[in-house]
């Protein structure tokens, strides 16, 4: 197997873009990550999103990409795997890579979702779960979130303010990145004050629903040597993937997810390392709870200390266990398609030493993006070169 490298990325500021559409934004991370990489064309596209049919009317979004950058006629295609579209599409990139199939390859994930109603596009967001058995019922995913921390609170003795903590350090984190949707500083009273949107989720608990692109070139570590040096060269040293029920009644545990232990755990098979190996970790942060419970099963900590490591500070930046580095799908936003691109882009930018709000010595990082609630779930481990 050949190894797979990101020589280049780029990205667009995620917010509400009234100006600019899917394929503007798409492109525009696209050519900015060619510049970086130093490539002006590519053996073939992946896009990671999720619901352009239902947000902007629009599919086939490989060719519409492609074309709209004027790609040639290379294979392009669309990856969905709901929320975890953007780690999805990385990993099927890194695939192609990896087989000998095919040299260099763009990897490009874009969400418009700021067009739509509020309501149409909660609905909108809640096709990942079951359609069936709880969309039906009403249960979108602020609800379903909300089950999960109510049941975390009472299990492990903690209180609504002891989650905010994951909402204040990746508000202070975002706060350098010029990039995030959010670039202020909060404090736990925010959030406290912030109105509930399913009892107790607050509104400072959920990431916000916002436009963005981001993309990265993938290529081989010899091939790499021809377009940059050394210090731009990143590589994609491990990965995992798994699902879990799609529905949270079928779950053997509410508070495991599954799909995050089993594909941390390929992950670190692939890469040859484990978890304390890990300098950063750029976990799936939509909901606080979701914080907690990601960083209990990629096995940072045991079940039921997620949240401990935040009350005694210690996923700040310069402490033991760095998370949402430029400010996670909390600050920076969560253009739901694009948020595993986003991911990989700022590890990137870590390991080469180029962050806004950089972590000490970084020499590996992790990136775990979830679709549903826990229901598809993918871990990309990178390393520095």
Same mark, same amino acid.
């Given at each position: ?121 909660? $609905? @909108?967001?809640? @096709? ?23 049941? @975390?609170?009472?299990? *492990?003795? *903690? ?5 905010? /903590? ?29 109105? @509930? ?27 790499? !040597?021809? =377009?940059?040096?050394?210090? !731009? ?7 995992? $993937? ?12 509410? /508070? ?16 040859? &390392?484990?978890? %304390? +190996? &890990? %300098?950063?970790?750029?976990?799936? +942060?939509? =909901? ?29 930046? +310069? ?37 806004? %709000? ?28």
């Amino acid at each position: 197997m050949r190894k797979p490298v990101i020589i280049g990325v780029g990205l667009t500021p995620v917010g509400e873009h009234w100006r600019l559409g899917l394929r503007d934004l798409a492109v525009e991370a696209l050519l900015n990550a060619m510049e970086d990489a130093g490539v002006d064309k590519v053996d073939s596209l992946y896009v990671g999103n999720m619901i352009s049919g239902s947000f902007v009317e629009q599919e086939n979004l490989g060719a519409l990409i492609a074309d709209w950058a004027s790609l040639g006629n290379i294979p392009a295609v669309k990856v969905e795997a709901a929320c975890a579209s953007g780690g999805a599409a990385v990993q099927e990139g890194v695939k192609a890579v990896m087989s000998g199939l095919e040299d260099v390859v763009a990897v490009v994930g874009v969400e418009k979702m700021t067009d739509a109603w509020p309501s149409d596009a909660t $609905r @909108y967001l809640a @096709y990942a779960a079951d359609a069936e058995w709880e969309l039906f019922h009403g249960a979108s995913f602020v609800a379903l979130n909300a089950l999960a921390m109510r049941l @975390y609170m009472k299990e *492990y003795g *903690y209180t609504e303010e002891d989650l905010a /903590l994951f909402a204040v350090n990746a508000h202070a984190n975002g706060a350098k990145n010029p990039y995030a949707m959010f670039k202020k500083r909060i404090k736990v009273k925010t959030v406290m004050k912030s109105p @509930y949107v399913a009892d107790p989720l607050k509104l400072f608990d959920a990431s916000p629903i916002a436009d963005g692109a981001a993309a990265v070139i993938i290529t081989t570590e010899e091939k790499a !040597k021809e =377009f940059v040096d050394k210090a !731009k060269i990143v590589e994609l040293a491990g990965m995992g $993937r798994a699902i879990d029920t799609i529905n949270l009644a079928n779950r053997e545990d509410l /508070l495991i997810l599954k799909a995050a232990k089993v594909a941390a755990e390929r992950a670190y098979k692939m890469a040859g &390392i484990s978890v %304390n +190996d &890990i %300098n950063f970790f750029e976990v799936h +942060d939509a =909901f606080t709870i979701m914080a907690a419970l990601s960083l209990e099963s990629i096995g940072v900590v045991e079940r039921g200390k997620g949240a401990m490591l935040a009350k005694e500070g210690q996923i700040a930046i +310069d402490a033991d266990y760095p998370i949402q580095t430029l400010g996670g799908l909390k600050a920076r936003g969560h253009p739901v398609g694009a948020t595993g691109v986003y991911q990989t882009v700022e590890a990137v930018w870590q390991l080469r030493g180029e962050a806004p %709000n950089q972590v000490p010595n970084a020499e590996i990082g992790l990136t775990q993006n979830i679709g549903g609630t826990g229901s598809n779930i993918t871990v990309n481990i990178l390393r520095r070169v």
